[in-house]
């Protein structure tokens, strides 16, 4: 067993102040994150449950309808609170949503084609399905512009369901739900982008056009510090908001043009750390004291800069912005748009409604069959293979987990419904009720079908890709 080296030196902790020495892979990390903000997004869907079935619903609906303003005096955008959280906060959620698609295609668990098959050709059977069901119960109409709703899968939500389970879940069951639900959000975000765009301005997607060639021309010029790309992205979002294109958009586009390979590969790296560690011994035995040396302060930074250098532009910002897309933007996005008054007395009303109708068995059927059904016939047909120590059982679960649409599905309600608000009720509630079905009906299927497992030991991370 090897043994801990004792550390020299001081180190200064807070009354308050905490130190986390597990060290966790990216992957881990985004699972931890996720599951632990998918519980305070059910947090927050039951506390805006709640405000708009008392008699606070009146000051909570008025609450998001407050107008906001910002800008000059020539150039303004004004907009009520729930459209800057719906077009503007979302933009940062879509940025990380980017983020995670760029990594696992370049270099995850989508960026081996055989290995990524299965979660794919899952993932394309839960869209499908979904909204074939859909339009079968709304075939015309303006009903069915929500054909989209019930294709999407909350990853928050699901995992969170699944991290209930504890031990019962192999982590490669885990794998396979972050990179089917990443495929569905692409799905959903090429939907977005295709289905639900408004009647385009054309002076405006010159911007957009020029905005994104600029971005291009950064990653191509070799341009590594995120504040241009930051800076840049912003103007790109502006642009999009004024071209009819869903502004949220830009973020997933700004993602992709952010480089995803480091400077310093890990060897070239080391060595410079090597030479850094002995010019910093080289300083600090002239003065100890940092707050007066600086040389030794020169020295130390110039050892941070190299540490950003060692990471890829697209990781740093994932890391950065995952907290706050988490734990800040939906959360807020749930309060803003799960407040849906429900009138318990019309409960049999709504449940035939036929968008409400459309997007739960969408939701809970549609995706059970297309998830379990796809991936069953493409394991029958030898075209892959089950991921080691997974069977049937915890495809079904995952399939009913996939049913859990909420966020995406609400956001997409949010589109396809904006000029009739009696049809977006119905499309949020078929949502709640149809997510929270596929997610007790899920947990209760893998509680009832699975035994604890001992934790195995896998690699998470493939070695990084050589493409930017």
Not at 23 to 46: D, K, Y
Not at 63 to 71: K, N, P, S, V, W
């Amino acid at each position: 067993m090897k043994k801990k080296r004792r550390l020299l030196g001081k180190e200064y902790v807070a009354p308050w102040e905490r130190a986390f020495d597990k060290v966790l892979s990216p992957l881990e990390e985004f699972i931890h994150r996720q599951t632990t903000s998918g519980v305070l997004l059910m947090l927050c869907a039951v506390i805006a449950l709640i405000l708009a079935n008392s008699h606070f619903a009146e000051t909570y609906h008025h609450l998001f309808q407050t107008y906001l303003t910002i800008g000059l005096e020539n150039f303004q955008l004004s907009k009520s609170l729930h459209h800057w959280i719906n077009d503007g906060l979302m933009a940062i959620f879509f940025l990380v949503v980017g983020l995670e698609l760029k990594r696992e295609l370049l270099v995850g668990e989508l960026a081996n084609v055989k290995q990524a098959l299965l979660p794919i050709i899952a993932a394309v059977g839960g869209m499908l399905v979904p909204a074939l069901i859909y339009v079968a119960i709304n075939p015309t109409g303006h009903t069915s512009d929500g054909w989209g709703i019930p294709m999407a899968t909350d990853i928050a939500f699901a995992l969170g369901a699944l991290a209930l389970l504890g031990k019962r879940v192999p982590q490669s069951l885990l794998m396979f739900l972050v990179a089917l639900a990443i495929v569905d959000d692409l799905g959903a975000v090429i939907v977005i982008a295709i289905f639900y765009t408004e009647a385009l301005n054309m002076t405006a997607l010159a911007l957009v056009a020029f905005f994104i060639f600029a971005l291009v021309s950064l990653n191509l010029a070799g341009v590594r510090r995120l504040s241009p790309y930051l800076l840049i992205g912003t103007f790109l979002w502006i642009a999009m908001l004024k071209s009819g294109i869903h502004a949220t958009l830009a973020g997933v586009i700004l993602a992709f043009t952010i480089p995803m390979k480091p400077k310093y590969d890990p060897k070239r790296f080391l060595s410079l750390i090597i030479e850094s560690v002995q010019n910093i011994k080289d300083t600090y035995k002239k003065d100890e004291n940092i707050i007066v040396n600086d040389a030794l302060r020169s020295r130390v930074r110039a050892l941070g800069n190299g540490v950003n250098l060692v990471q890829a532009p697209a990781q740093i910002l994932e890391s950065k912005l995952h907290l706050p897309s988490a734990y800040i933007v939906i959360p807020i996005f749930a309060l803003a748009n799960a407040g849906v008054p429900i009138d318990w007395s019309n409960i049999g009303g709504i449940v035939v409604h036929p968008v409400a109708m459309g997007i739960g068995l969408g939701l809970v059927v549609g995706k059970l069959i297309g998830i379990a059904g796809f991936t069953w016939v493409a394991v029958k047909a030898g075209v892959c293979d089950l991921p080691k120590g997974l069977n049937m059982n915890h495809i079904i679960g995952v399939a009913f987990m996939g049913g859990i649409g909420f966020t995406m599905s609400i956001f997409i309600a949010e589109l396809g419904f904006a000029l009739h608000p009696a049809d977006l009720l119905m499309a949020k509630t078929g949502i709640l009720f149809a997510s929270l079905t596929a997610g007790i009906t899920g947990f209760i299927w893998l509680y009832m079908t699975t035994k604890k497992t001992k934790p195995v030991e896998e690699p998470l991370m493939q070695a990084p890709s050589e493409q930017s």
